[in-house]
Every structure is written in structure tokens, then in C-alpha cells.
């Protein structure tokens, strides 16, 4: 038989269902970044290449349920709010991210990334406020940063560093100024949970002058270290 004659395939095989590995769908307040305090749905897809020493969803590494875009789609609805936020672990590490957000897109919200940093960010929807982490030294990820991604950067996007120590805020304030980095888009400043306090962190800012923006994880004052919250 020519390959011309072939039977076509039916639909579920000729185009697989796009799946993703998820470890929760939940509705909370967004605790950073400049959409802070809006309610907000959180898809947190399941696994990660990093290891940040201040990792506090390490229960998404593992685990998780297959669940198909139509599916996450039914279940971001049911919760009657604009704002999606996908997060992880890591959400570009899987490559199945990418239509996900296009189709949140697609369907009228105002959508969020959460990502480290590490990945390649080119392929993002357009549409998609991209919350890009910039590893500091004592992440210990700093040598995963992926520098390539600034110049992709746009106004719409912002990055966020992480700050563990004195030593970090001097190495951020370093890369602030090398890449001009406040001439993309905004940039965050956030104390590491119990190892920078706000108050000093504030303080350095404000000392320097900085152009850049405070932030605290506004769900850790609320709910503490309480999953889904």
C-alpha cells in the first residue's frame, strides 16, 4: 500500500492530548509582584531542575496528576476570578507550559509566569506577564541564571530577586547596574523568609536610593508556610 493510500489516524492519535503534570489548582490572593493582593488562580505544575536553598514548594518536585488543558481550563473558570497565575516547581520545564498559557490567554484572563530564571523564556505567549527570578549566590543556583533571557524582556515583565544576605543585596545591586536592568522592566527586591527581615532590607533600599521595588510575600504573613494558601 502507498503511503498516500494510509488510513488516516483517528483524532486522539494523529494529535495526542496536550497533558501536564500538576500538583494543584487553587484560588488564593497573589502575594507578589505588582498583581499582589488581586484573588488569583494558582496552576502549580509539578517538578523542577533547581534546587534554591530557600525552596518552599519542594512538595512540587515530585508527584502530581496528568490533567489536560480542557480540563485546567473547566477548573481556572470555576473559580469566577481574571487573574491566572501558573507557577511551580519550575512551569517551563515542561514543554506542554507553553500552550497552557496561550490558552488562558485565549480565553480572557490576565496571566502570569512564575519562573526561575534558568529556562528559556522566547516562547512565552506575548500576552504573559513573565515573573523571571534572577538566582542570587546564596540560592545556590546563581550559575543556572540564563542572562540571555533580558534582552527578551519587555515593559510588561518583571524580575525578582531573592535576597538571603548582605552579600546578595550588594551582588544584586552589581547586576542592577550592569544590565541596566530597571531600563526593562520593573525590578522586585524580596527578603528571603526568615533569613533577611523586611525592615532591614527597606532599609538598605531606601539608603541607596534604589530603583527598584519592595516586596514581601504577602501569603506568608497571611497563611504562613500553609500549602495552597
Not at 525578582?160 to 520593573?186: I, M, T
Not at 527578603?191 to 521595588?213: C, E, F, G, N
Request: hydrophobic letters at 40%; one cysteine or more.
Amino acid at each position: 500500500m502507498a503511503a498516500d493510500d494510509l488510513p488516516l489516524a483517528p483524532p486522539d492519535q494523529a494529535a495526542p492530548t496536550v497533558r501536564l503534570k500538576i500538583t494543584e489548582v487553587f484560588l488564593s490572593l497573589q502575594g507578589e509582584s505588582s498583581y499582589v493582593g488581586w484573588p488569583t488562580v494558582f496552576v502549580r505544575l509539578t517538578g523542577c531542575p533547581l534546587r534554591c536553598t530557600y525552596c518552599d514548594t519542594a512538595y512540587a518536585f515530585h508527584g502530581g496528576q496528568w490533567r489536560t488543558v480542557p480540563e485546567l481550563l473547566a477548573e481556572v473558570a470555576g473559580h469566577g476570578v481574571r487573574h491566572v497565575c501558573v507557577t511551580g516547581g519550575e512551569p517551563l520545564a515542561q514543554k506542554n507550559c507553553l500552550p497552557l498559557l496561550t490558552a488562558l490567554c485565549d480565553a480572557g484572563y490576565s496571566v502570569s509566569l512564575e519562573t526561575s530564571g534558568a529556562l528559556d523564556i522566547a516562547g512565552v505567549d506575548p500576552r504573559v506577564a513573565r515573573i523571571v527570578d534572577i538566582k542570587t549566590p546564596d540560592s545556590g543556583e546563581a550559575a543556572r541564571n540564563r542572562w540571555d533571557n533580558l534582552a527578551l524582556l519587555s515593559p510588561r515583565d518583571e524580575l525578582k530577586f531573592v535576597l538571603c544576605s548582605r552579600a546578595d543585596y550588594d551582588w544584586a545591586v552589581e547586576r542592577l547596574r550592569e544590565h541596566r536592568l530597571p531600563e526593562r522592566c520593573a525590578v522586585l527586591f524580596s527578603p528571603s523568609h526568615k533569613q533577611v527581615t523586611p525592615r532591614r532590607l527597606a532599609d538598605w533600599i531606601v539608603a541607596d536610593r534604589l530603583p527598584v521595588r519592595f516586596q514581601t510575600q504577602l501569603h506568608k504573613q497571611l497563611w504562613g508556610e500553609e500549602p495552597g494558601r
